[in-house]
């Protein structure tokens, strides 16, 4: 599609359950990346993809965190027992080349999480 | 120190004033810059790129300063509808993420 597609909009758990949410990048971008941002403070780069493989994970929680884009799928991000602190605005992201060579980030609109 | 820096503010003009946003930037291999902006509870869209030799946009206008470290966007002739939080965005050390700042948040009024 022509832009990033992000599902659902609003999510809301209770503390331990799990959570999963979805991003479809657009058509022709091999690079999707994902970002928290908590209470409009600063975006946390969490994980980026070429296709499906990983190609940075640095900001990961080691735990309960996890992030797959398998082909023909939507790409996934799916948080374990999850914590109030967990409660954020995740963007997705996709990008046609690599941020190194120039190329900015085009963002879906989110997925508020709410955890109770 | 942080990778991306700026000053929060807020930045409260009234309309039709030039107001300039400043960012420093810690990596000095950084390749990539970008100024985006965020309005409130919305996703982040990119406003432009920032290129070595400056770059302009209409009202906008982003400097980057390499041996400084330092990245600056102006914007002359201020509209009501500029009021947001304005990103300072570098790649990675590694290339293969975009850093954000804080933002900047800026209001203008009639």
């Known amino acids: 599609g022509e832009e990033v597609a992000q599902t659902p909009k609003h999510l809301v758990r209770g503390e331990g359950q799990k959570a999963k949410l979805y991003c479809a990048p657009i058509k022709g971008h091999s690079y999707v990346f994902w970002y928290q941002q908590v209470l409009k403070n600063e975006f946390k780069f969490l994980i980026s993809?070429?296709?499906?493989?990983?190609?940075?994970e640095t900001g990961m929680p080691k735990e309960r965190f996890s992030a797959k884009c398998l082909p023909n799928s939507p790409c996934s991000l799916e948080i374990q027992a999850t914590k109030l602190e967990d409660s954020a605005v995740y963007f997705c992201?996709?990008?046609?080349?690599?941020?190194?060579?120039?190329?900015?980030?085009?963002f879906g609109n989110g997925t508020r999480l709410t955890v109770t | 120190r942080k990778e991306v820096e700026q000053d929060p503010g807020p930045f409260n003009v009234p309309e039709g004033a030039t107001v300039a946003f400043n960012c420093t930037y810690s990596?000095?291999?950084?390749?990539?810059f970008f100024w985006y902006r965020q309005d409130c509870r919305k996703e982040p869209k990119l406003l432009m790129s920032?290129?070595?030799s400056g770059n302009e946009d209409g009202r906008f206008t982003a400097q980057l300063n390499r041996a400084s470290q330092y990245i600056s966007l102006l914007i002359r002739d201020s509209k009501l509808s500029d009021s947001a939080t304005y990103l300072c965005?570098?790649?990675?050390?590694?290339?293969?993420?975009?850093?954000f700042g804080k933002g900047t948040t800026l209001s203008v009024s009639s």
């Open positions: 990596n000095s291999a950084s390749q990539s």
């Open positions: 993809f070429q296709n499906e493989n990983v190609f940075d």
């Open positions: 965005v570098v790649n990675s050390q590694a290339g293969t993420a975009l850093i």
């Open positions: 920032v290129y070595s």
């Open positions: 992201a996709s990008s046609q080349f690599t941020s190194a060579g120039g190329s900015p980030l085009h």
